[in-house]
């Protein structure tokens, strides 16, 4: 069974840099036919698709978050991270780093979520 | 960009009903793409469905879904008290586009 951790700084300041990290485990994030994604939700809100990375190394983005997004991939420690620069109280959410199927299209395994507040 | 809208926004049933949950995309989409979650209070959404119409692992037969073209729905048979979360549809529209919708609440009482 995979399994997905978030972690990183639960709290960052106004248009500092949010950074998470995501170990997986139970499985490979070399394996074929997945890519690996981050997914917020603000307080009370629905769900927001911020972007995703291959084990390639590349990304696609929102391109509402697209100018201050970017992703990276460590294949030696089994993670992939994600940093959002310039961040604002808007950017305040549960983020969860979730496993994508890319042959059936949709998000299997997901991690628990970590709170982000954007405070100063 | 396609957007999905969800309906109703929230439900009351009670236990043993049937329900059934709408998502509507602004444009015509291939179910292929299409797949619905299920998320409990404080906890990360849970994949019930994908390709429109097949259950993921694990999720009861009570739970189908349909639909095809900006039509989509999610059908409940005999609610049960475990069932009160909210419901999301999700499309992927290519690289770079995954969009959800707003979700739907569901409370059974």
């Known amino acids: 069974q995979v399994q997905l951790q978030e972690s990183g700084s639960g709290l960052v300041k106004p248009s500092q840099t949010l950074s998470l990290t995501c170990t997986v485990s139970g499985g490979s994030i070399t394996s074929a036919g997945y890519s690996w994604s981050w997914i917020r939700q603000a307080p009370g809100k629905g769900l927001d698709w911020i972007g995703y990375?291959?084990?390639?190394?590349?990304?696609y983005f929102n391109p509402s978050l697209q100018s201050r997004v970017t992703m990276s991939i460590d294949k030696s420690k089994n993670q992939f991270s994600l940093k959002l620069t310039s961040v604002t109280a808007a950017d305040t959410a549960v983020y969860f780093c979730?496993?994508?199927?890319?042959?059936?299209?949709?998000?299997?395994?997901w991690g628990q979520g970590t709170l982000v507040s954007v405070s100063s | 960009e396609i957007v999905l809208t969800q309906s109703p926004g929230t439900l009351s049933l009670s236990p043993g009903e049937r329900v059934t949950l709408s998502c509507r995309a602004s444009q015509s989409v291939t179910g292929t793409y299409l797949a619905w979650y299920q998320q409990k209070p404080g906890q990360a959404p849970r994949l019930l469905m994908y390709?429109?119409?097949n259950r993921a692992p694990g999720i009861p037969d009570r739970f189908s879904g349909s639909g095809s073209g900006t039509d989509f729905t999610l059908t409940v048979r005999r609610v049960e008290p475990e069932d009160s979360a909210v419901y999301y549809c999700q499309h992927y529209g290519g690289s770079p586009r995954i969009t959800f919708g707003q979700g739907t609440r569901l409370e059974i009482k």
């Open positions: 990375i291959y084990q390639t190394g590349s990304a």
């Open positions: 390709g429109a119409s």
């Open positions: 979730v496993r994508y199927d890319d042959y059936n299209y949709h998000f299997d395994f």
